[in-house]
């Protein structure tokens, strides 16, 4: 089991990115859903933001699509409690094998399903149709090269903010929109990451896993302030087909 369950750690997020209320607004806007019927989020969590379109855009019909269950379940449960029902349905299955189509796409963090970046925005552009448009988030080195403390924790497979953008004309889209998130969407993203997790340590402190929990948040805490706070960004693409 994990420890503390997804459902108690992921509690005190709005959404699993660095995203602002408004920021979200403008990226729908961006994103032309008012001439658009349906709406396919590929990864998409407990869903938020794909009900936020929803809200936004009466006549538009929504599907997101995780392989968590838990996430599914709580994207469910608000789907419900907001009415939108009859316009909303998330489906637990493996992004990389949904083979439908729809005017527009939302792929946000989770590259890493396809295998990263390139291999993400590629397979994308092969499910969307010309015209069609992809709301895509994905991290990225927000200013030339990393410092390789940041790197040993992400990995070599972030890309720069400009190379992703070069990924994405390659993959056959064009960048009609971009965006990072700022630092007080990067500092809330932290904390209520952090927050659910220190929740969980309040009312679990005897736990046996505790311990090993509450070194955990610490090291992300130390890391995030001291090495990738500023360095790490989380970039938003318009895409068009
Ligand atoms: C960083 S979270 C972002 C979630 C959501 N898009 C958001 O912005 O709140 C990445 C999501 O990708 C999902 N994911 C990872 N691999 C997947 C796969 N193969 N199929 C479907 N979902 C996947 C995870 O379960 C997780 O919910």
Redesign the pocket.
């Given at each position: 089991m994990d420890v503390p369950p997804p459902e108690i750690a992921y509690s005190r997020?709005r959404?699993?990115?660095p995203?602002s209320l408004p920021h979200a607004e403008s990226l729908l806007h961006q994103l032309q859903l008012a001439d658009a019927a349906t709406l396919v989020?590929?990864?998409?969590?407990?869903?938020?933001?794909l009900l936020q379109a929803a809200a936004m855009h009466p006549a538009l019909h929504c599907e997101g699509?995780?392989?968590?269950a838990w996430?599914i379940e709580r994207a469910r449960g608000a789907t419900v409690e907001r009415g939108l029902a009859a316009r909303v349905r998330f489906r637990l299955?493996?992004?990389?094998?949904w083979d439908g189509s729809a005017h527009r796409l939302?792929?946000?963090?989770?590259s890493?399903?396809?295998g990263g970046s390139s291999q993400a925005l590629r397979a994308l552009a092969a499910r969307s149709a010309p015209g069609g448009y992809l709301l895509y988030?994905d991290g990225c080195w927000e200013h030339g090269r990393p410092p390789a403390d940041a790197v040993a924790i992400f990995g070599d497979g972030v890309l720069r903010l400009g190379d992703l953008a070069a990924e994405a004309v390659a993959a056959g889209w064009r960048v009609m929109h971009s965006s990072t998130a700022d630092l007080r969407e990067w500092d809330e993203f932290e904390s209520s990451w952090r927050d659910g997790r220190e929740h969980w340590l309040r009312t679990n402190a005897d736990d046996p896993a505790a311990e090993e929990l509450r070194q955990l948040v610490e090291r992300r805490l130390r890391e995030y302030l001291d090495v990738y706070r500023g360095v790490l960004g989380f970039a938003y693409l318009v895409l068009r087909k």
């Open positions: 997020m959404w699993n990115a995203l989020d590929l990864g998409c969590g407990w869903g938020e933001l699509i995780d392989n968590q996430a299955q493996d992004a990389t094998t939302m792929c946000i963090g989770s890493h399903a396809w988030g």
